[in-house]
């Protein structure tokens, strides 16, 4: 995310709707992919409970770099700390979202 956008909240909103995108399709876990030297991102993704999977090489115009995934085990409970991080009321089911 560019420098000015960043700590602004738009990270968790993207995060929220790719968890909604994924929940709505059945599924209940999730990986990502992510630079090991982008720091930022990482602490980003560690703050919303994502833990480090594995690392790999990835090519990416003609060099290596190193990734780190992370992990999420329960979408659910990720969908229920960013609503109420956003201050969201309890969808129909009782949980906020």
């Known amino acids: ?5 960043q700590r602004s909240g738009i990270g968790r909103i993207l995060v929220r709707h790719v968890v909604e995108s994924l929940l709505d399709g059945g599924h209940r876990t999730m990986l990502l992919w992510v630079l090991a030297a982008n720091a930022g991102a990482r602490r980003f993704y560690e703050s919303l409970g994502g833990l480090p999977v594995r690392g790999q090489l990835t090519e990416i115009g003609g060099a290596r770099y190193p990734e780190i995934s992370y992990g999420w085990s329960d979408l659910p409970g990720l969908r229920r700390r960013l609503s109420a991080a956003a201050g969201s009321p309890p969808d129909s089911s009782g949980t906020a979202g």
């Open 1 to 5: 995310m560019l420098t000015p956008y």
